[in-house]
């Protein structure tokens, strides 16, 4: 198993974040999505939020690669369906690269 934390952040605006949550409760969440988030090797994932910024925490199995992940979406309508929704709330990180949404953390402490 690996995990990866990737930060991003919304439109800062109480009404968007409030769809975005909406969107992400367990009883509104798109089966398709989860599918495909489970077929790309990801064995649980996370969000969190504080105030507009978020926080994802993804456990992985070793099979699983960004590049792979990326290749999957693209071809998969319903993601690209769900990836335009989603930037409706979505605001790319100062530091993004050109058309990155999350952005992945880097670790600087570890307990253990």
Known sequence: M?????ALDLVDDP???A???HWHKTE????EIKKSIFDAGIAQ???YRTGNRLFMIMDTYDSFNFETKAAMDAANPKVQEWEQLMWKYQLALPWA???EK?????EIFNLV
Do not use: T
Not at 2 to 6: A, D, E, M, V, W
Not at 28 to 31: D, G, K
């Open 102 to 106: 999350w952005v992945l953390m880097e």
């Open 2 to 6: 690996n995990r990866y934390c990737l």
């Open 28 to 31: 509104n969440a798109w089966p």
């Open 19 to 21: 769809e975005y949550e």
């Open 15 to 17: 009404v968007l974040i």
């Open 45 to 47: 994932m996370e969000i």
């Open 97 to 99: 690269k050109e058309g």
